[in-house]
């Protein structure tokens, strides 16, 4: 794993930041803390990190408003939360976060999830990470359809009046997933695979849920625009075709 791949550890409990700070510093990473959602946002204003490690459980102000804070560009998270059911799950997932651990974890599990999603997302956007260039020199890829314009490198969506318009990272790796393989019926279990890798766990409502998001984000329903279509008993179909941008 690359050395200079830096984690923001965002937990109330400062011997908790010590022990996961330490961890991972002996395993090639930089680290650094915060013991809330307000110096995590402040860490995020001076510095790039490549992830964050987000507990749910804070006072004040929990992890789920701390992540639904975060600003499109912020890096991926993992949750960390003492509550570890399915619902909460779900909720974490749906809001954004790349995982979701329950508490207490064994330091070396996390680490395999922090690898992996760091993996995944230095695959998908095919170049450095943040912390490692702020500045980017390639020129931006990004694909095109019924007027709409999708940047990878940016993570950005513009729309017809070439508007930004905001979409949790669950989202955009949702709609990837869809002009990635435009006019194929895409089942659930593979738009899961798709949008969070093949080792995350199947919560068909959750895909539900976000394509249900994705469509209004996308205004369906003025003009009679489909763009997403429901094939019963099979999954979901993109139907506009897709250029590059």
């Known amino acids: 794993m690359d050395i200079t791949k830096r984690i923001l550890i965002v937990d109330d409990d400062a011997g908790l930041r010590r022990l996961i700070s330490s961890f991972l510093d002996k395993h090639g990473f930089t ?24 507990d749910v459980m804070m006072p004040r102000e929990d992890g789920l408003s701390a992540l639904r804070s975060l600003q499109q560009d912020a890096p991926p998270v993992i949750m960390l939360s003492a509550v570890g059911t399915d619902i909460d799950r779900i909720v974490g997932l749906e809001m954004g976060a790349e995982d979701y651990l329950a508490k207490p974890c064994n330091p070396r599990e996390l680490l395999a999830r922090i690898r992996t999603v760091l993996r995944r997302r230095q695959k998908e956007e095919g170049g450095p990470s943040p912390s490692q260039s702020a500045n980017g020199g390639e020129a931006r890829r990004g694909l095109a359809f019924a007027g709409w314009r999708i940047d990878f490198d940016g993570r950005m969506l513009y729309d017809p009046d070439d508007q930004v318009i905001s979409l949790t990272d669950g989202e955009f790796r949702l709609l990837r997933a869809f002009v990635e393989h435009p006019r194929r019926v895409l089942t659930r279990d593979q738009l899961l695979d798709y949008a969070r890798g093949e080792d995350s766990e199947h919560y068909d409502r959750a895909i539900d849920v976000q394509i249900s998001r994705l469509r209004r984000k996308l205004g369906e329903g003025r003009q009679g625009a489909e763009l997403v279509r429901t094939v019963r008993n099979e999954g979901y179909l993109f139907v506009p075709s897709v250029t590059k941008a």
């Open 31 to 54: 680290t650094e803390t915060a013991a809330n959602p307000i110096e995590m946002r402040e860490r995020l204003a001076q510095d790039p990190y490549d992830l964050i490690v987000l």
